[in-house]
């Protein structure tokens, strides 16, 4: 029997490593031969478990009974309950907004605001806060605005002009530095949700070195000239080929250094 081995080992500055183990009964060194597995031993550990609030869930908890809204993220975050650590964020619009939008629109981002989430989004979070005073938030961005696309549109796909590479990440900074000042910490951001979809709502096409280029030159940089310790995900999208992508865009594109390690984003999040 062969198997394929994958092992990341920071003292061996294996990252992501690839070798092929062949296993055979008739092999004279029976030691050779076996996987020991010791639960004894732990090696990462689970951050918490979460769901997306996005606009459409903050505005059905915003319109119920508000006994019956409260009740509700009591179930998913207080600590006697499912005591959710985590909250998923959507940066402007996704598939899940009430509509399509933008929190600019000027390419100097003058305009710049977050005027929409205030009306439901923002409230239910702090609702969430009031019950978990712990609660950590991951942020993705479903589309760039359209003006800063090749195809003119926030959905379809189409991909982030090369020349507003920077302004996007100066629209990121302004978005995590907006919910700050709202007492929302943004503790991690994937680079793109589902970069390799074109969808018919918002979307956006990343391949593996687009994506590594953006981390590394644009929003890693920025990110830190402003101060902030956000840390950034990669591959926000299915896991069938997670482990060639992670490959691809960390260890051929050599971005490493610049992604949160040990720590992979959810396959998906669901709004609840």
Known sequence: MEIKKIETNLKRNLY????QMKFSSQAKNTENQVIRINPEFTFQKILGFGGALTESTCYILSKINQNMANQILEEYFAEN????????????SCDFSL???????KNDLSDFHINRDLKYVIPIIKSAQ????????????WSPPAFMKDNHHLFGGGK????YRKLWADY?????LSYQGYGIPISYMTIQNEPNAKQIWESCLYSSAEEANLLKNYLYPTFKRNGLNTQFLIWDHNKDIILERSIETLIENNALEYAKRNCFSLVYWWTF
Request: aromatic content about 14%; some cysteine.
């Open 16 to 19: 992501l490593h690839s070798s």
């Open 172 to 176: 990121l900074v302004k978005y995590v």
């Open 81 to 92: 309950k499912l005591n959710y650590q985590f909250c998923r964020l959507s940066i402007a």
């Open 99 to 105: 509509d399509s939008y933008s929190y600019s629109h």
């Open 160 to 163: 982030l002009l090369p020349e």
């Open 130 to 141: 009031n019950i978990n005073r712990n609660l950590q938030f991951l942020s993705s961005p």
